[in-house]
């Protein structure tokens, strides 16, 4: 039976995270909003009218979080199929896709995941061992950043031309476009329900993690016009996270389609550049471990002209931009656009970047300058940084250390929304907030509490729903239930932590998310009002 959503519901006897009151232990729910937030003393006077009480057992509330860069459709083939990631070796990887085309049947087997930067043999698998493993089948398969991938001799039979597209190469992995024709041949042999079933699964894994929003950054070089429609389409008739999607496709064509998907914005994956563990992020100098600068898929100049032209129709643009000449490339292009158009106008429309990896103070001061909010994914640093890690590999350590600089980018007032990237790395918004806190260069590192806004309230502000992603009177009743130990106040500087910790500071506190410490556990996920996980 679908739950109404006119209902009053008490929750009392736990912890509210609600700056309206940050000792709070109660919380009341109107219908879609909240109504109030307090002392379980003061919520006796709602205990005879509500038409539910949650006894709370000392639990922890909070807003749901916003993943704000996701691929629904490959995360749920990931999450239902064949997944690389984690595979210790080529040897293994081979063994595995062996396994699962041996036990499925599909017009084109679909895989994610493999990184060969840790693997003994140090290389992707070659055509021929990937034609063996596959038996013969069409197979596809992208690496972790989903800026490369592996195509079998069947699928590439499937696209006509494929030799004479850039980024073509015989026996290893595709890039640039010969990587988007092959993707693209994929997805199109899935069926309807293959794919409702894959962004089902993503759904219901975002709702038992406690995510009650997701910004879709779909395209025609990533996923597909269907694919996003779809997605809108199910979203809207089925219980759970709410889909706010993006169209990366540039100009007018771009805004056009947008409008008529009804997509939040003509950006997300709208790609400027690709990645740097498949040496397409664009670079300014070479890579340390290859003799070339990467990728540039768009220029200055026509950056300035999507951006216009979003900004005259009032639709936010978006831009996928990692390396440091493809960053520069977007704020030369916005700059461009603001002098057209108007700097005021510009800003009031708070146009992304994705990822934004490789910022200097230039542009680090650029971005507040233009109003550009950074969506950005934590989780790559926990994968790929440190010393011994990917970037270090791809850049040199100096390089390296200089990525995803979070707390330089609090400091210039750049806004901030966490996401995942997934099936780049998983949906997982505590291990996010965590990666954030600890990030594995500490001048980097950011409170949890910071860390958290912007993995809740900064998915919301990106969208330019300021009063959302907080637990306070007239927001939207989208909250989580957590399972969790002591709530505690981390921050990289110990002076903070320690007078936050102070009753007197009135601080409220957070899951202790110290590396090795369990991560909390969502008990219930409701998304405007209307429950959509429930763990019993």
């Given at each position: 039976?679908?739950?109404?959503?006119?209902?009053?519901?008490?929750?009392?006897g736990?912890?509210?995270?609600s700056?309206?009151?940050p000792?709070?232990?109660?919380?009341?729910?109107?219908?879609?909003?909240?109504?109030?937030?307090?002392?379980?003393?003061?919520?006796?006077?709602?205990?005879?009218?509500?038409?539910?009480?949650?006894?709370?057992?000392?639990?922890?509330?909070?807003?749901?979080?916003?993943d704000?860069?996701?691929?629904?459709t490959?995360?749920?083939?990931?999450?239902?199929?064949?997944?690389?990631?984690g595979?210790?070796?080529?040897?293994?990887?081979?063994?595995?896709i062996?396994?699962?085309?041996?036990?499925?049947?599909?017009?084109?087997?679909?895989?994610?995941?493999?990184?060969?930067?840790?693997?003994?043999?140090?290389?992707?698998?070659s055509?021929?061992?990937?034609?063996a493993?596959?038996?013969g089948?069409?197979?596809?398969?992208?690496?972790?950043?989903?800026h490369?991938?592996?195509?079998?001799?069947?699928?590439r039979?499937?696209?006509?031309?494929l030799?004479?597209?850039?980024g073509?190469?015989?026996?290893?992995?595709?890039?640039?476009?010969?990587?988007?024709?092959?993707?693209?041949?994929?997805?199109?042999?899935?069926?309807?329900?293959?794919?409702?079933?894959?962004?089902?699964?993503?759904?219901?894994?975002?709702?038992?993690?406690?995510?009650?929003?997701l910004?879709?950054?779909?395209?025609?070089?990533?996923?597909?016009?269907?694919?996003?429609?779809?997605l809108?389409?199910?979203?809207?008739?089925?219980?759970?996270?709410e889909?706010?999607?993006?169209w990366?496709?540039?100009?007018?064509?771009?805004?056009?389609?947008?409008?008529?998907?009804?997509?939040?914005?003509?950006?997300?994956?709208?790609?400027?550049?690709g990645?740097?563990?498949?040496?397409?992020?664009?670079l300014?100098?070479?890579?340390?471990?290859?003799?070339h600068?990467g990728?540039?898929?768009?220029?200055?100049?026509?950056?300035?002209?999507?951006?216009?032209?979003?900004?005259?129709?009032?639709?936010?643009?978006?831009?996928?931009?990692?390396?440091?000449?493809?960053?520069?490339?977007?704020?030369?292009?916005?700059?461009?656009?603001?002098?057209?158009?108007?700097?005021?106008r510009?800003?009031a429309?708070?146009?992304?970047v994705?990822?934004?990896?490789?910022?200097?103070?230039?542009?680090?001061?650029?971005?507040?300058?233009?109003?550009?909010t950074?969506?950005?994914?934590?989780?790559?640093?926990?994968?790929?940084g440190?010393?011994?890690?990917?970037?270090?590999?791809?850049?040199?350590?100096?390089?390296?250390?200089?990525?995803?600089?979070?707390?330089?980018?609090?400091?210039?007032?750049?806004p901030?929304?966490?996401?995942?990237?997934?099936?780049?790395?998983p949906?997982?918004?505590?291990?996010?907030?965590?990666?954030?806190?600890?990030?594995?260069?500490?001048?980097?590192?950011?409170?949890v509490?910071?860390?958290?806004?912007?993995?809740?309230?900064?998915?919301?502000?990106?969208?330019?729903?300021?009063?959302?992603?907080?637990?306070?009177?007239?927001?939207?009743?989208s909250?989580?239930?957590?399972?969790?130990?002591?709530?505690?106040?981390?921050?990289?500087?110990?002076?903070?932590?320690?007078?936050?910790?102070?009753?007197?500071?009135?601080?409220?506190?957070?899951?202790?998310?110290?590396?090795?410490?369990?991560?909390?556990?969502?008990t219930?996920?409701?998304?405007?009002?209307?429950?959509?996980?429930?763990?019993?």
């Open positions: 039976m679908t739950e109404r959503t006119d209902r009053t519901v008490l929750l009392r736990g912890n509210v995270y700056p309206a009151d000792f709070a232990t109660a919380m009341l729910v109107e219908g879609e909003h909240v109504a109030w937030v307090g002392s379980d003393g003061a919520a006796e006077a709602y205990a005879d009218t509500a038409d539910e009480i949650v006894e709370l057992d000392g639990a922890l509330v909070t807003p749901a979080f916003v704000a860069h996701v691929h629904a490959s995360t749920g083939l990931a999450l239902t199929g064949l997944d690389l990631t595979c210790g070796s080529l040897r293994e990887a081979l063994a595995l062996a396994g699962h085309v041996g036990h499925h049947g599909a017009e084109v087997f679909i895989g994610h995941g493999w990184d060969e930067t840790n693997w003994p043999e140090g290389r992707a698998p055509l021929a061992e990937l034609d493993a596959a038996q089948a069409p197979l596809y398969l992208s690496r972790t950043d989903v490369s991938g592996l195509a079998t001799s069947a699928l039979a499937l696209v006509p031309g030799a004479d597209r850039a073509h190469h015989p026996d290893g992995p595709l890039t640039q476009d010969a990587h988007h024709a092959v993707r693209g041949a994929a997805l199109a042999h899935l069926s309807p329900a293959q794919r409702r079933d894959a962004q089902l699964a993503t759904l219901r894994r975002a709702a038992e993690l406690g995510i009650g929003s910004h879709e950054c779909a395209g025609p070089q990533i996923s597909s016009e269907d694919d996003l429609a779809a809108l389409a199910l979203a809207a008739d089925t219980p759970g996270p889909v706010h999607g993006y990366g496709e540039l100009g007018e064509a771009g805004i056009a389609t947008a409008r008529r998907l009804g997509a939040v914005g003509a950006g997300g994956d709208l790609f400027v550049d990645a740097l563990g498949s040496h397409t992020a664009c300014h100098d070479a890579y340390t471990d290859a003799a600068t990728v540039a898929y768009l220029t200055a100049d026509q950056i300035a002209e999507h951006v216009a032209l979003c900004t005259e129709a009032g639709l936010q643009a978006g831009f996928h931009a990692i390396g440091d000449a493809a960053i520069d490339a977007v704020v030369d292009g916005v700059r461009a656009a603001a002098d057209k158009v108007g700097l005021d510009v800003r429309l708070r146009h992304r994705e990822h934004a990896e490789a910022l200097t103070f230039e542009t680090l001061a650029a971005f507040a300058e233009l109003g550009l950074a969506s950005v994914q934590p989780a790559f640093d926990a994968a790929w440190g010393p011994e890690g990917m970037y270090a590999a791809r850049l040199g350590t100096e390089r390296a250390a200089s990525l995803n600089p979070f707390a330089a980018m609090l400091r210039t007032g750049i901030l929304a966490f996401g995942s990237d997934a099936p780049v790395t949906l997982d918004p505590w291990g996010t907030v965590r990666a954030a806190a600890f990030h594995r260069t500490p001048e980097h590192r950011i409170s509490r910071a860390a958290f806004t912007a993995h809740t309230r900064g998915g919301h502000r990106a969208l330019g729903h300021d009063q959302d992603g907080v637990l306070v009177p007239g927001a939207i009743a909250y989580a239930i957590w399972a969790t130990t002591d709530l505690v106040v981390q921050a990289p500087d110990t002076r903070i932590a320690g007078w936050s910790t102070d009753p007197r500071s009135g601080t409220p506190g957070l899951p202790d998310l110290t590396p090795g410490e369990p991560l909390p556990v969502c219930r996920t409701v998304v405007r009002g209307r429950t959509v996980h429930r763990r019993d």
